[in-house]
Every structure is written in structure tokens, then in C-alpha cells.
T-cell receptor
């Protein structure tokens, strides 16, 4: 059974700092990996999708990498802003089921 | 486009009552999903539908039934609600590529917050 772990569970940084969120998964036979953002009391917004054949994806200040062989992904956020404060969820997509989610990293960026 | 819509937004039930959560998407996606989110546990898949007319169990299907009414709509029914079903329920949809059942980017609704007393 796939298990997805996100470390750290919570993170607080000053504005402007670059930061890395980590995600690990136990079964490397995945189709894709997605990073989502969730604001308090809201639904999920997809940030980046990496197919299994890709190594990384970039969108603006966000860069996500994927290393299937080691079962790891990182989400890099450059020049963090208070508006980046949210919970970030990592999820892996497999062949027969939908997404398996990690429990998230709660990020707070302090002005 | 409204994306993925869910009704109701909030609901309080008594143990043993039944209810149906509604979900609709206007993106012409073939795959739809129901998840529940509990504190500290991330999201867990309840049921999914890879295409109109098909449904499959996810990780935590017990106590739930689903119906893929048409391509747009996917409902989740609690026949006899229990306090353990207190949670936030999310519906999602996505476009499935080729023969894979795992879809590309999934789009989520705003969620239904359900409390069972």
C-alpha cells in the first residue's frame, strides 16, 4: 500500500526566504505526482503536476522535482511572501486508484 | 465555467439519518472522485468513477454509496450516518489520459463540512 509522508508538518519562515518542502513515497510505481495548496476552510488548488517521466516542473516562484528511484519529491518556493501561507499537500497518482495524499505541510510566512 | 461545485456547504446530521452530497463539474472530465479529509490524516479516497457508468471503491468506502448520474454529476450517499463520518468531503474531477486510470491534474470543489451528532 502506498504511503506518502511530508516533512516538516509545520514551518514558519520570515518573508523573502527561500524554502523547501519535502515529500516521500514508498512505492515508486507511480504515474505522476502533484503538489496542491489548501487555504484554511477552502478546497485544494493544483500547483504543479509532474509526470513519472519528468524530473521537474516550474511555475513562477515554484519548482517541483521528482526522483522516482528514491521515492522523493521537493517543492521549492523562492522569495516567500505572506500570501504563500497555506497548507501544501503532496499526492501521488497510481495506475488503478486516484491520488494518495500526504498529510501536508502547514506553512506560515511572517511579514 | 464554475469548475467543480458541491452542495451543501455545511450539514449537521443525527446518528442514523441519511443524506446525499451532490457534485457537478462543467469541464467535460471523464473521471470524478470523492475524498474525505480528517485532521492530521490528509485526504483519503472514498470512491471514484473513471467514466460514466462505472464506479470503484477507494481506500475508505464503508458506509457510503455513490452514483455517477451522468458525465457531469457524481453523488455520495450516507445511508445511516455515524459520528465517525464527521469530516470534510471533497469532490474532484480530472481528465484521464489514454488507458491509465490515474488522471492528470485534478480539480477540487470547495468541500462539504459534515457533522454527525
Amino acid at each position: 500500500k502506498q504511503e506518502v509522508t511530508q516533512i516538516p508538518a509545520a514551518l514558519s519562515v520570515p518573508e523573502g526566504e527561500n524554502l523547501v518542502l519535502n515529500c516521500s513515497f514508498t512505492d515508486s510505481a507511480i504515474y505522476n505526482l502533484q503538489w496542491f495548496r489548501q487555504d484554511p476552510g477552502k478546497g485544494l488548488t493544483s500547483l504543479l503536476l509532474i509526470q513519472s517521466s519528468q524530473r521537474e516542473q516550474t511555475s513562477g516562484r515554484l519548482n517541483a522535482s521528482l526522483d522516482k528511484s528514491s521515492g522523493r519529491s521537493t517543492l521549492y518556493i523562492a522569495a516567500s511572501q505572506p500570501g504563500d501561507s497555506a497548507t501544501y499537500l503532496c499526492a501521488v497518482g497510481e495506475g488503478r486508484r486516484a491520488l494518495t495524499f500526504g498529510s501536508g505541510t502547514r506553512l506560515q510566512v511572517q511579514p | 465555467n464554475a469548475g467543480v461545485t458541491q452542495t451543501p456547504k455545511f450539514q449537521v446530521l443525527k446518528t442514523g439519518q441519511s443524506m446525499t452530497l451532490q457534485c457537478a463539474q462543467d469541464m467535460n472530465h471523464n473521471s470524478m472522485y470523492w475524498y474525505r479529509q480528517d485532521p492530521g490524516m490528509g485526504l483519503r479516497l472514498i470512491y471514484y468513477s473513471a467514466s460514466e457508468g462505472t464506479t470503484d471503491k477507494g481506500e475508505v468506502p464503508n458506509g457510503y454509496n455513490v452514483s455517477r448520474l451522468n458525465k457531469r454529476e457524481f453523488s455520495l450517499r450516507l445511508e445511516s450516518a455515524a459520528p465517525s463520518q464527521t469530516s470534510v468531503y471533497f469532490c474532484a474531477s480530472g481528465r484521464t489520459s489514454g488507458g491509465a486510470r490515474a488522471s492528470d491534474t485534478q480539480y477540487f470543489g470547495p468541500g462539504t463540512r459534515l457533522t454527525v451528532l
